[in-house]
């Protein structure tokens, strides 16, 4: 059974940094992409960064050069990880972890919120 489980996030100052995690079990040596989106307010959800089986990585352009997604093996769990620097005010949003295995199979987490503040 797949599971997703989410930590970090919160309230940070304009400029500040967070890291947000998701640790992922199951079948782990089926995925084929792992990442993180966000949903704002009023907002469609988009996607932030993701990470392939491969290690293509790939960025927002509004989060290129200020955020970094990495990812880790470990038993039968994978954990990805995004490090948010600089954070912006409209970088504001319920951050959801995501996990696509083969071409059909996607998985969410519960989302976390992070809000920056002016």
């Known amino acids: 059974q797949v599971q997703l489980v989410e930590s970090g996030g919160g309230l940070v100052q304009a400029g500040g940094s967070l890291r947000l995690s998701c640790a992922s079990s199951g079948s782990i040596f089926s995925v084929s992409t792992m990442g993180w989106y966000r949903q704002a307010p009023g907002k469609q959800r988009e996607l932030v960064a993701t990470i392939t089986s491969g290690g293509r990585l790939n960025y927002a352009d509004s989060v290129k050069g200020r955020f970094t997604i990495s990812r880790e093996y470990a038993k039968n769990t994978v954990t990805v990880d995004l490090h948010m620097n600089s954070l912006k005010p409209e970088d504001t949003a319920v951050y959801y972890c995501?996990?696509?295995?083969?071409?059909?199979?996607?998985?969410w987490g519960q989302g976390t919120q992070v809000t920056v503040s002016s």
């Open positions: 995501n996990r696509k295995d083969g071409r059909y199979d996607d998985y």
